[in-house]
């Protein structure tokens, strides 16, 4: 036997649900508010919840955190008009499995979405977000936050809905967005991609909307525009903040009531095409700063993906190198040591950053060695994981916490003296002998250290196989706070 519980506070809506869900063999309770929601939820285990979002007593994301609370293994479904659509998109990020608009439009689709639910399990949408997934060469990764991102993606692209796209540049914002259309039901249709920052306000209007023949100079042919050429299909507007405010009421109203004018024509021509937007800045403080029109940006972000930077999953970086790799069809691997400074790394430039440090390392590596060492890498890798709070902190290597890594530090400082030896520059020697005593003291730190393991902290016992006085010993560790 299969429990649904639908909560709704138009009668109508409810009975109907109950009705059709009756009918295929369900066993169905009805109520009509939160005040029902909490009483309901006592009396039986549900394996479904269909769920208003506005309710005349309650708010329909605290209903869902409680049912989560109450009964976990309970699916769930919002239903939402057009205005609480955000609020939909929330619940889905609240655990939410899905939303459905009303007024029902599909009735096939709420039955078949509701039969998926029930009978298939999670695997099954995993199984086809990793097959777009792979089909658009969007790595996941083995962060939570990614996957979260990408699980949300998957949901709303089904709908007919904008999004929004931001995080910073090399974040991957253009293969989500290919990831969102290949994942839509116009996946048959074309994904094209225009770059607002690139193009001149003339030109990019003439690539969006088309234009005439004669409609300015150079115009000697008729061209449609992309909005006519990706009808049913997804546009990707990138660098959407970098168009004109003139351009921004144009796309306005395209959002608004899919109309739009070919450049130097009058004839109002329509279109059905879902908009994907993508800002490396940030379109709430361009609107502050009258940049950015704020009914543009609302109609944009009813759906907000937010890919975070790569220093922020930083977990997800082994399984992009190994990508990188195989797809530069390269057999090499990087070693230990490499993938240690990949991952101390701040990477400004993302995965795009990323990308361009796989591409150049096996360009340099490839017949010399089968193993990317730390010598493959770009110096400003290796300078970023010197020691920060060194006062000499773009210098000086930083001095891990395991033996091994002594011999890391090792190789970087020896480097580094050989690139001052080497530079036709002037260098200040004052400032290499300091450097010289850092090494001193850092060897010393780390055999200390090494010694103190051993003997278990016993500090008398370690002095003495390190043949020295334990004042010295001391100094090497007072070092280590001082440093
Ligand atoms: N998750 C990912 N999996 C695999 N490759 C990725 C991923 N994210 C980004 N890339 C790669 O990184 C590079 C940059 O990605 P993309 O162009 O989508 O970034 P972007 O966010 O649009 O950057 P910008 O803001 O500079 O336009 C591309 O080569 C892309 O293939
Ligand atoms: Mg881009």
């Known amino acids: ?44 285990v549900y394996h479904l919840v269909l769920l208003d979002i506005r309710l005349p007593d309650a708010n329909g994301l605290d209903i869902l955190k409680e049912l989560k609370k109450t009964c976990p293994g309970c699916k769930s479904i919002v239903m939402t008009g057009y205005s609480t659509i955000k609020t939909a998109v929330d619940a889905i990020k609240l655990g939410a499995n899905d ?18 639910l029930l009978h298939h399990n999670q695997s099954v949408n995993d199984s086809e977000i990793h097959r777009i997934a792979k089909q658009t060469g969007l790595v996941i990764g083995s962060g939570k936050e990614m996957q979260h991102l990408i699980m949300l993606a998957y949901k709303i692209a089904k709908k007919n809905i904008n999004v929004l796209i931001e995080g910073e540049t090399g974040t ?37 909307f088309g234009h005439e023949k004669g409609a300015f100079t150079g115009a000697i042919k008729e061209r449609k525009g992309i909005f006519e050429i990706a009808n049913k299909g997804t546009i990707f507007l990138d660098e959407i903040a970098e168009a004109s405010l003139s351009t921004q009421v144009k796309l306005l109203r395209v959002l608004e009531t899919g109309e739009y004018m070919r450049v130097g024509d009058e004839a109002v021509r329509r279109t059905n095409t879902r908009i994907v937007a993508a800002s490396h800045v940030d379109l709430a403080g361009a609107v502050e700063q009258k940049m950015f029109r704020e009914d543009l940006l609302y109609r ?149 250290t090494k010694m103190l393991k051993e003997t278990m902290g016993n500090r008398k016992e370690a002095a003495e196989r390190l043949q020295i006085t334990t004042r010295q010993l001391r100094y090497f560790l007072n070092e280590k706070k001082g440093g």
Not at 103 to 115: A, G, K, Q, V
Not at 187 to 194: G, K
Not at 364 to 389: H, N, V
């Open 1 to 44: 036997m299969i429990n649904i519980l639908i909560i709704d506070d138009e009668p109508e809506v409810g009975h109907f649900l109950s009705y059709l869900l009756s009918s295929k063999g369900y066993t169905v309770s009805l109520g009509g508010s939160g005040k029902d929601f909490y009483q309901l939820i006592r009396e039986r």
């Open 172 to 208: 991957g914002k253009e293969v989500l967005a290919h990831f969102v259309h290949q994942a839509s039901l116009r996946s048959d249709y074309p994904f094209l991609a225009v770059n607002c920052g690139s193009l001149s306000e003339s030109l990019l209007e003439s690539e969006l």
């Open 300 to 448: 944009l972000e009813v759906v907000k993906l937010t890919i975070p930077p790569l220093r922020d999953r930083k977990q997800d970086i082994p399984e992009l190198l190994a990508y990188f790799l195989k797809k530069q069809q390269s057999q090499l691997h990087f070693s230990e040591e490499a993938e240690n400074l990949l991952q101390h790394y701040q990477w400004p430039g993302n995965i795009r950053e990323l990308v361009n440090v796989v591409k150049r390392a096996t360009a340099l590596a490839e017949g010399e060695t089968r193993m990317i060492t730390s010598e493959y890498l770009p110096d400003k890798l290796r300078a970023a994981s010197y020691d920060r709070t060194s006062s000499r902190a773009s210098i000086i290597p930083a001095l891990r916490k395991s033996e091994k890594d002594l011999q890391f530090y090792l190789e970087d400082w020896v480097k580094h003296i050989h690139q001052l030896w080497a530079a036709e520059q002037d260098v200040g020697l004052d400032e290499i002998i300091q450097q010289v005593k850092e090494l001193e003291v850092r060897i010393g730190r780390a055999f200390v």
């Open 99 to 116: 939303y459905i608009e009303k007024p029902f439009e599909d009735i096939d689709e709420l039955e078949s979405l509701i039969d998926r």
